[in-house]
């Protein structure tokens, strides 16, 4: 029991490492996450903590252009609220609230396809659009789960945005970058390998 828990403790410190060095490019964020889930969702549904890391990079090479593309639209489609936004909260003219409500709730949705989509393509085979599509669909049938979900991704980041300008953001970045996306990425995946299976298989990568 404690030899797994080790080894599967060392396997999310790996692959954190991993997803923070295909990351730095910046344009590889999605393939990189996409190849993570890839080896999380494999963790959590068959309990397999072998080769994570020629799964990782046969994964990111299998979905590059997919993830990347899916990226770069919902980074543009994102850039695109927050001015959006910040247009919003600057216009002073009486429905003001009105129109930020409305941003919000398109915001809320952006979220739910950015925290799920990059599973559902590590997951799903098709194209891109239609990946995204069903896993959007799945999610939002998830009702609480999907919630949980979207804050176990948000909580780290605004964590160390918070801190940036802090003493300790240097110690925290580090813990971040060996413990954080990997953990977050089982964790998620522990739910999201059991809404997947009802509506597939998932992708073999080795």
């Given at each position: 029991m404690l030899t797994r828990f080790l080894t599967r403790f060392l396997n999310l410190v790996i692959l954190s490492v991993l997803w923070f060095l295909?990351?730095?490019?910046?344009?590889?964020?999605?393939?990189?996450?996409a190849a993570m889930y890839a080896v999380t969702l494999r963790m959590a549904s068959e309990g397999d903590d072998n080769g994570i890391i020629s799964t990782f990079f046969s994964a990111f090479k299998n979905l590059f252009r997919k993830a990347t593309c899916v990226f770069l639209?919902?980074?543009?489609?994102?850039?695109?609220?927050?001015?959006?936004?910040?247009?919003?909260?600057?216009?002073?003219?009486?429905f003001r609230m009105v129109l930020i409500v409305m941003i919000l709730a398109v915001g809320w949705?952006?979220?739910?396809?950015?925290?799920?989509?990059?599973?559902?393509?590590?997951?799903?085979?098709?194209?891109?659009?239609?990946?995204?599509?069903?896993?959007?669909?799945?999610?939002?049938?998830?009702?609480?789960?999907?919630?949980?979900?979207?804050?176990?991704?948000?909580?780290?980041?605004?964590?160390?945005?918070?801190?940036?300008?802090?003493?300790?953001?240097?110690?925290?970045?580090?813990?971040?970058?060996?413990?954080?996306?990997?953990?977050?990425?089982?964790?998620?995946?522990?739910?999201?390998s059991r809404l997947f299976a009802t509506s597939g298989t998932m992708q073999n990568y080795l």
């Open positions: 295909c990351s730095i490019p910046l344009l590889t964020v999605g393939a990189s996450t639209v919902l980074l543009a489609f994102g850039l695109f609220l927050l001015a959006d936004l910040w247009c919003a909260i600057q216009w002073k003219v009486s949705f952006w979220l739910v396809v950015f925290t799920h989509a990059f599973a559902g393509l590590a997951w799903f085979e098709g194209k891109p659009l239609e990946v995204v599509k069903r896993t959007f669909l799945l999610a939002m049938r998830n009702g609480i789960f999907t919630v949980f979900i979207i804050m176990l991704n948000l909580i780290p980041p605004v964590f160390l945005f918070r801190r940036v300008l802090s003493d300790s953001f240097g110690q925290w970045l580090i813990l971040y970058i060996f413990f954080g996306s990997g953990t977050v990425a089982f964790l998620s995946s522990l739910h999201l």
